[in-house]
């Protein structure tokens, strides 16, 4: 069985710094695209960074230089990288692998202004 477990969230400060990890179990994330989204207060799930392998990642405009998407193939772990949080960035953070469409069940982030 195919599992995926975000940790990393927490409460911060705006202009503050989380690393969430995403561990896979089951199956082996180095052929696969994996993926991060969020899910605010809009109650609309949306994709803040992917990562298709190969060094290729892309990101939203609006969160480009801010967010960072890595992975380590040797550990079966993703990581997002945010930094200078503000609070529109509170959302619960979910890992995902994309084409085979697993989701975690996702990390809260609070940021507080």
């Known amino acids: 069985q195919v599992q995926l477990v975000e940790s990393g969230g927490g409460l911060v400060q705006a202009g503050g710094s989380l690393r969430l990890s995403c561990v896979a179990s089951?199956?082996?994330?180095?052929?696969?695209?994996m993926a991060w989204y969020r899910q605010g207060s809009r109650n609309q799930r949306e994709l803040v960074a992917a990562?298709?392998?190969?060094?290729?990642?892309t990101y939203p405009p609006y969160l480009k230089g801010r967010f960072t998407i890595s992975r380590d193939n040797a550990k079966n772990t993703v990581y997002l990288q945010m930094d200078d949080l503000k609070p529109e960035d509170t959302a619960v953070y979910y890992c995902n692998m994309y084409l085979q469409d697993i989701w975690g069940r996702g990390t809260q982030v609070t940021v507080s202004s």
């Open positions: 990562d298709v392998g190969s060094g290729t990642t």
């Open positions: 089951g199956t082996t994330i180095s052929a696969n695209t």
